[in-house]
């Protein structure tokens, strides 16, 4: 959400932002319904005035004067009461057309339609060579016996999973170690809940838009979000935090589900894209500075790319365009891993920074130096996800016998292993 101040001194710059990011709303219409919300509170303020004047002369004035006055404060007040319904009709209006206002891109921000106009910023690592065919992650796993696809889709259908023997520990070796980088990189641990009201979807952003991509839960208002972005952006909603207490860094672990609606047919085999995954989140809460907040941007991308490289996968970072970028971003980079098996970089980490976009929807304040209440600002990005870091872990790790060499730095998580599976 942005400042309705902003809004109005920068409509040009909001409608651009609109335009380039596909986001479909009418500036010009919110401007309306703000100036028609300005006129009628000043109206029901002027009548307010009226009747508190007229109410004062009604103890002072003549007998003979008196019963109209007390006329006039019964009209005043029903036409007071006939104005409340258009009053809460605007404001009611001009709250759903504020959260749908997409924030202001940074000026480095490409402008493109969609995935297709991220530009590559740059590479890093060596790709593989094998000197044997290498398999894809779904051969990899069931050679091993760590998979079992077709019980799981029985039991669970489409995009579930299920992992079995060491690929469990990988899986779990994986999320620890981010967790455990992350946490002596100053990020505070969270094991946190997928579960949160709407309101909470509505402060990180996915509300109004992603509702098809949230699983519900029949009779209940919680809902199960597919990012602990979602419950950390909310946990401080509403309070008024120190900046003393600034910036609050998390590393939240939580399981996360998402519909997928929308992508049928795509990545239908193995981990790529499941119903429901675990993921190390990065979420940073910082003072409103667009200096500090394009500090903490590259601190957090530069973790993920740490956490890349001790894993030793190749990757590379995308900037996204306006159209592939969301509507709360100023500024967003995926990091896409390499994938042997379809020999391109696939998305695993999506960083971005919010500016105060969330927090002015969440009511993220704090008391700045001077004790002017402000909204904070806020980033993401992805430590680690699983199992989707499973497929580049695999199949660039894989072993001409089918086992897996393991990263030095992933082999004090699994007991000092330096191959798992066995020669197949
Ligand atoms: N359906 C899915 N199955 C498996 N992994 C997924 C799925 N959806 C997303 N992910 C993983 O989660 C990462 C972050 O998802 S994201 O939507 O791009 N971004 C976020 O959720 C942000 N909160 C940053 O983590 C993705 O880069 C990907 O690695």
Redesign the pocket.
């Known amino acids: 959400m942005l400042d309705l101040k902003f809004i109005r001194e920068n409509a040009g710059a909001v409608r651009h932002a609109a335009q380039v990011k596909g986001v479909d709303i009418d500036i010009d219409d919110l401007l309306r319904v703000d100036r028609e919300l300005v006129d009628l509170k000043q109206r029901v303020e002027a009548m307010q005035a009226e009747r508190n004047a007229n109410a004062k002369l009604v103890p002072k004035a003549a007998p003979d004067e008196r019963a109209a006055l007390i006329q006039k404060g019964k009209d005043l007040a029903e036409e007071l009461r006939g104005l409340e319904p258009a009053l809460r009709a605007h404001e009611d209006t001009l709250k759903v057309m504020l959260l749908r206002v997409p924030n202001i891109p940074h000026a480095s921000v490409p402008v493109g339609k969609d995935d297709s106009e991220n530009v590559e910023l740059r590479r890093e690592g060596v790709l593989p060579t094998f000197d044997f065919t290498p398999l894809d992650h779904v051969d990899l796993l069931e050679k091993q016996g760590w998979s079992d696809p077709e019980r799981v889709a029985r039991v669970s259908g489409s995009r579930s999973y299920l992992l079995k023997g060491e690929a469990v520990m990988l899986e779990m070796a994986v999320l620890m170690f981010a967790m455990d980088f992350l946490s002596g990189r100053g990020f505070t641990p969270l094991s946190t809940t997928a579960l949160a009201r709407p309101d909470a979807f509505v402060g990180s952003g996915h509300f109004p838009g992603g509702e098809d991509q949230v699983y519900k839960i029949e009779g209940d208002e919680l809902m199960l979000a597919?990012?602990a972005?979602v419950p950390v952006n909310s946990l401080y909603a509403g309070e008024q935090l120190q900046h003393e207490q600034l910036p609050i860094t998390f590393a939240a672990i939580s399981a996360a589900f998402?519909s997928?609606a929308g992508s049928a047919g795509r990545d239908v085999r193995g981990l790529?894209?499941?119903h429901e995954?675990r993921?190390v989140?990065q979420y940073v809460l910082c003072e409103a500075s667009e200096e500090v907040g394009l500090e903490w941007f590259a601190k957090i991308l530069g973790n993920a790319e740490a956490l890349l490289a001790a894993l030793e996968l190749p990757y590379r970072v995308m900037q996204n365009c306006t159209g592939d970028m969301g509507a709360g971003k100023v500024l967003m980079y995926d990091i896409e891993t390499w994938v042997p098996s379809e020999q391109v970089y696939r998305?695993?980490?999506?960083c971005s920074y919010l500016g105060d976009w969330q927090a002015r929807r969440t009511g993220l304040r704090y008391r700045d130096a001077g004790g002017k209440l402000v909204f904070a600002h806020t980033l993401?990005?992805?430590g680690v996800?699983a199992p989707?870091i499973l497929v580049p872990l695999l199949e660039n790790h894989q072993q001409a016998d089918g086992t897996i060499r393991i990263p030095a730095a992933l082999r004090p998580y699994l007991g000092g292993k330096e191959v798992i599976g066995q020669p197949v």
């Open positions: 597919g990012t972005e998402r997928e790529i894209r499941v995954f993921k989140e998305e695993t980490h999506s993401n990005n992805t996800a989707r």
